[in-house]
Antibody, heavy 123, light 111 residues
Framework: QVQLQQSGPGLVKPSQTLSLTCAIS??????????WNWIRQSPSRGLEWLGR?????????DYAVFVKSRITINPDTSKNQFSLQLNSVTPEDTAVYYC?????????????WGRGTLVTVSS | QSALTQPASVSGSPGQSITISCTGT?????????VSWYQQHPGKVPKLMIY???KRPSGVSNRFSGSKSGNTASLTISGLQPEDEADYYC???????????FGGGTKLTDL
C-alpha cells in the first residue's frame, strides 16, 4: 500500500523559509512514471498546485508561475522522499500543504495525497 | 477568483441525481481530456473520484460519472447517499497558466 507521510513545522515567521518533507512508502521517488507534487489549500485561495519533481533519465522540476521565484522542490533518493522549500513567506502563505502523487506524468491527476500539514505564517 | 468556475453549492435528496459543473476556457478544459474531480469531507484529504474527464479509479462507486461539453466539465452523482455530502473540486491541465488549475469547489448539501 502506497503512503505519503508528511513532516515539518506548523509555524513559520514572516520572511523566513517554509520547509516540509514527504516520505514515500510503497513507491519510489525515482519512478519513471509518477511525479511528486506539492499542493496547498486555504479558505481564501482554494486549492493551488505549487510544483513537482520527477525523474525521466534526469531530475526535472516544474513550478507554478505565482511561486516560481520562491520555491524549490528536491528529491532525496537515499530516504525515498521529496521536500518543499518556500522562501520569503508572508501570511498569505498560510495554508494546509499536501504532498501528492501524479501516478502517470502528463495526465495531471493526483491519486494519492499526504495527510496535510497546516502551516501558519505568523510572528 | 479560481481559475475554473464551479457553483458554490448544490443540494439534493437521498436517491436523487445531481450534476456539478466546472467551466474553464478553450485553453484548458476545452482543449484537453485532462479534467479530474476530487471529493473532500470536512477536515479530510481530497479523494480522486474522476480522472481524464470520465474515468473512474478502482474502488470509486459507479454512481459517480464525469463528462464534458466544450469548455464545461460535469460531475454527476446518481442515487445520492448521505455520505456523498462533501465538497467537490474540479481540476484541469492548463498549460497557459500554472500547468494545472482547480475550481473553487462546490458544497453538496441537504443529504
Amino acid at each position: 500500500q502506497v503512503q505519503l507521510q508528511q513532516s515539518g513545522p506548523g509555524l513559520v515567521k514572516p520572511s523566513q523559509t517554509l520547509s516540509l518533507t514527504c516520505a514515500i512508502s510503497g513507491d519510489s521517488v525515482s519512478s519513471n512514471s509518477a511525479t511528486w507534487n506539492w499542493i496547498r489549500q486555504s479558505p481564501s485561495r482554494g486549492l493551488e498546485w505549487l510544483g513537482r519533481t520527477y525523474y525521466r533519465s534526469k531530475w526535472n522540476n516544474d513550478y507554478a508561475v505565482f511561486v516560481k521565484s520562491r520555491i524549490t522542490i528536491n528529491p532525496d533518493t537515499s530516504k525515498n522522499q521529496f521536500s518543499l522549500q518556500l522562501n520569503s513567506v508572508t501570511p498569505e502563505d498560510t495554508a494546509v500543504y499536501y504532498c501528492a502523487r501524479e501516478p502517470v506524468g502528463g495526465y495531471w491527476y493526483f491519486d494519492l495525497w499526504g495527510r496535510g500539514t497546516l502551516v501558519t505564517v505568523s510572528s | 477568483q479560481s481559475a475554473l468556475t464551479q457553483p458554490a453549492s448544490v443540494s439534493g435528496s437521498p436517491g436523487q441525481s445531481i450534476t456539478i459543473s466546472c467551466t474553464g476556457t478553450s485553453s484548458d478544459v476545452g482543449s484537453y481530456d485532462l479534467v479530474s474531480w476530487y471529493q473532500q469531507h470536512p477536515g479530510k484529504v481530497p479523494k480522486l473520484m474522476i480522472y481524464e474527464d470520465s474515468k473512474r479509479p478502482s474502488g470509486v462507486s459507479n454512481r459517480f460519472s464525469g463528462s464534458k461539453s466544450g469548455n464545461t466539465a460535469s460531475l454527476t452523482i446518481s442515487g445520492l447517499q448521505p455520505e456523498d455530502e462533501a465538497d467537490y473540486y474540479c481540476c484541469s491541465y492548463a498549460p497557459s497558466r500554472s500547468y494545472v488549475v482547480f475550481g473553487g469547489g462546490t458544497k453538496l448539501t441537504d443529504l
